[in-house]
């Protein structure tokens, strides 16, 4: 044989099973024998090409069916971007089989552009939610944010955006940013000057406290009487209460932090509270240990409070919505608030 002509090697299982009727040609040379049936279920793209024949529908194709180009018996289609890693992760998305783990973005990134592309909808679906896991969204944000935009996902473009911002803006530089306008940046900085403002502003404004059922007036920062008050009135339950000073400090270093960082996050941080632990402990009501439960406890409230507010300054934001997420639980009800969203 010729020394040019190219060896077509054979995938492994489950696409090298004999019943097949349909080869998939991949750009490193690999032929995966798929069915027919399976894939014009789970893909409008290949139902169109094979129902037609010649892969010409009414719309750009990016794969063509060469009816000159046959394996044995069976007809090839080449596939002239996919390599053999990436259409093995696609189809086992699409066969009874085990889905594969993408650990890396840089492994995801391309088996989602083709779940995209050929319109694998329960593929693109799983890809979708893999990438707004937390375990890329915790480190890599702005890759996310990114990659989403890049394939205009609006609903996990706006899902990133909590992550990117407690992350820090610009952050580091990422490749994936080349591929995004301008104007998904600028709208991002945008994002971020509105939700710092606002949520900065809960720690100077107590509004939000007056009728927020979660506020217990028995804290010991309102009961106290022997530790130095502050020279803050907050009206709670129809009654007059003044905090004490050390709470009225954690408040301002609260402030502080969260015009750096627009995250619930860091009013819970050792950073912010621990200063008040040391000046509550000169007091013998408040540093009785009931003092660090307490400022605990409204520390987590107030974190709630401030993820809310970004969420409402990004539903606002037209037609920005921004949800905040860090626990599966969380992340399935805000992806529902970010559903609808759009970018361009």
């Known amino acids: 044989p010729s020394s040019n002509m190219a060896v077509y090697r054979p995938a492994g299982a489950p696409f090298n099973h004999e019943s097949a009727d349909v080869i998939l040609r991949t750009t490193d040379d690999v032929d995966f024998r798929v069915h027919k049936g399976i894939l014009a279920i789970a893909s409008p793209f290949f139902s169109d090409m094979f129902a037609l024949g010649q892969g010409a529908t009414d719309r750009p194709l990016t794969t ?63 890809l979708k939610s893999d990438l ?7 480190d890599e944000p702005l890759r996310v944010f990114a990659i989403a935009r890049r394939y205009n996902l609006d609903k996990e473009t706006t899902a990133a955006i909590p992550h990117v911002l407690r992350q820090g803006l610009p952050g580091p530089y990422v490749d994936e940013l080349k591929y995004i306008p301008a104007s998904a940046i600028h709208r991002l900085w945008e994002v971020r000057r509105r939700a710092t403002s606002l949520a900065a502003s809960l720690a100077s404004d107590f509004q939000w406290l007056t009728n927020n059922k979660a506020i217990n007036r028995t804290w010991v920062f309102f009961l106290c009487t022997v530790c130095a008050a502050s020279d803050v009135t907050i009206a709670i339950d129809g009654r007059e209460i ?16 969260l015009r750096e960082t627009p995250a619930g996050s860091v009013v819970t941080s050792s950073t912010v509270l621990w200063p008040s632990f040391k000046a509550m402990g000169t007091c013998a009501t408040c540093g009785s240990g009931r003092g660090v439960d307490d400022l605990r406890e409204f520390s987590e409230i107030f974190a709630a409070r401030i993820d809310r507010t970004i969420m409402e300054v990004c539903a606002s934001s037209i037609p920005i919505t921004i949800p905040n997420l860090l626990t599966d639980e969380s992340m399935a009800f805000h992806m529902q608030i970010a559903d609808g969203t759009k970018w361009d």
């Open 64 to 126: 063509k069916v060469q009816p000159e180009e046959q394996e044995g018996n069976l007809q090839v289609v080449p596939m002239l971007e996919e390599n053999s890693e990436v259409l093995d992760k696609l189809l086992r998305l699409c066969y009874p089989v085990p889905a594969p783990d993408n650990k890396a973005l840089d492994e995801l990134t391309p088996v989602l552009a083709a779940a995209l592309k050929y319109q694998l909808e329960h593929a693109a679906e799983r």
């Open 132 to 138: 707004v896991s937390p375990r890329f969204m915790r």
């Open 242 to 257: 003044r905090p004490r000073a050390w709470w009225k400090e954690y408040m301002r270093r609260a402030e502080q932090a």
